[in-house]
């Protein structure tokens, strides 16, 4: 609309002028209207040009370039998303290949003004459906939060937000982040995709960064030994809400393209009371959930290099015995890849990325009394792949991983036997608009 309206009042200035050149037998006269005219046809198709071109996709405050869009529009509705098909081939006959529509997400913004914004995310996991033999729903609110932005130094967030913590967690769209599957660390121990409710300030001062939240706890009595506190995040459904946590993130930008930082949770963890409806073990538990991590990246022309280290604990000793989740977990990963269309004598609308990924973690680094450490929780994970972007927001990913754990099992899927030694080949295509 406002394109129209400004090419209406250009055409209507061309014919005021065309008219009072037609009045003005001076050669001269005419010659400068018809600059004039030109220069003002030139501005039309400036202004039809900007009406269609595609919105700049960037990070705002270290979300998605699809989840930040809502904060690159002057006023009103934003609309974006982001979808991703998955295929694992698995290298052992006991488990069955797998394909499956992982995501499609729709995010759905509001700027009411230039300092309040409304942002959600509203998830399709598996084609909307949970549970295949039962075809129970899987639509989920990722997150729905206002933004008040009230300077770079101080601005408040509320609502249902995403962790600031390690890489993926808040920037995890498929098109900027390497492997047809999320890094089994920021799975397993860091618990992507994690959001909770709450309040948060973010902001910064010179080349430091900073985001420090008061959120809700887990639920203590949905920890798992397989996924560690994966299970306990409440999603933001009738949660038990008595028990808080508070997050610190701060980054650093060292140079342009370096940056390091890293996180601290720390949050109180209980069960499900009266009121509160969930499937839970008959042994109500609580404890405290301790979490932290250090990260650096470094983008330097046509590579990328990622190093990320994580440690966990839960204290809370007389309520975790013999439940076979670790009360100590860690680990670390290192990732490297490099866009070779930059490096030729070409100028390409296309990216081909070649990476390379080492994971090493442990989710029973440390065991609660009546546990021994299960040595198939201590794994190594090397992933090799490509990704091919025929365009910056399509992405097309191939990769093979290599699979190792501790223990003396040999691979397969069934009692005494170890699936975590599996190899897999991946494949996977993925969107954002």
Not at 202 to 228: C, E, I, M, P, T
Not at 286 to 304: D, M, N, Q, S
Not at 309 to 321: A, C, M, P
């Amino acid at each position: 609309m406002k394109f129209v309206k400004k090419a209406l009042a250009v055409m209507g200035l061309i014919v005021l002028i065309t008219s009072s050149a037609m009045a003005d037998d001076g050669k001269d006269r005419i010659k400068d209207i018809e600059k004039q005219i030109e220069v003002l046809a030139e501005e039309v198709e400036r202004l039809r040009l900007g009406a269609v071109a595609e919105p700049e996709y960037t990070s705002y405050t270290g979300l998605g370039p699809a989840a930040s869009k809502v904060y690159g529009v002057e006023k009103g509705l934003s609309i974006g998303g982001y979808g991703e098909i998955v295929y694992l081939n698995y290298q052992h006959s006991s488990k069955n290949d797998f394909a499956d529509i992982y995501r499609f997400i729709l995010y759905s913004g509001y700027k009411f003004n230039d300092w309040i914004v409304m942002n959600t995310e509203l998830e399709f996991e598996h084609a909307g459906i949970g549970n295949v033999e039962k075809r129970s729903p899987e639509t989920t609110v990722e997150f729905m939060y206002m933004d008040f932005m009230l300077s770079r130094p101080l601005n408040i967030r509320t609502g249902y937000m995403l962790m600031p913590i390690g890489f993926i967690n808040e920037y995890h769209e498929p098109t900027v982040y390497y492997g047809s599957v999320r890094p089994d660390l920021e799975t397993y121990i860091i618990p992507s995709t994690w959001s909770e409710i709450g309040v948060m300030a973010y902001g910064g001062v010179g080349n430091l960064s900073y985001k420090a939240a008061l959120v809700n706890g887990l639920r203590a009595d949905l920890f798992q030994g397989s996924s560690w506190i994966k299970k306990g995040r409440q999603k933001a459904a009738k949660i038990n809400a008595d028990r808080g946590a508070a997050l610190l993130n701060l980054n650093y930008a060292v140079t342009p393209g370096i940056t390091v930082g890293g996180s601290y949770y720390h949050g109180l963890a209980g069960s499900a009371k009266g009121g509160v409806s969930a499937d839970s073990v008959s042994t109500p538990r609580r404890g405290t959930v301790k979490l932290w991590e250090l990260h650096g990246e470094a983008r330097i022309k046509a590579l990328l290099l990622r190093a990320l280290y994580v440690e966990g604990s839960i204290d809370g000793d007389k309520w975790f015995q013999s439940s076979g989740i670790g009360k100590k977990v860690k680990g670390w990963y290192l990732e490297g890849a490099v866009d070779i269309m930059t490096l030729l004598p070409v100028t390409a609308q296309y990216s081909v990325e070649p990476f390379i990924r080492y994971e090493n973690y442990d989710l029973n680094d440390d065991v609660f009394a009546g546990d021994t450490p299960d040595e198939t929780f201590d794994r190594t994970v090397t992933t090799i792949g490509v990704s091919f972007k025929p365009h910056p927001n399509v992405v097309v990913k191939t990769d093979y991983q290599i699979r190792d754990t501790d223990s003396n099992m040999p691979e397969g899927l069934g009692s005494g036997l170890d699936e975590y030694k599996i190899d897999q080949f991946n494949a996977a295509v993925g969107f954002l608009f």
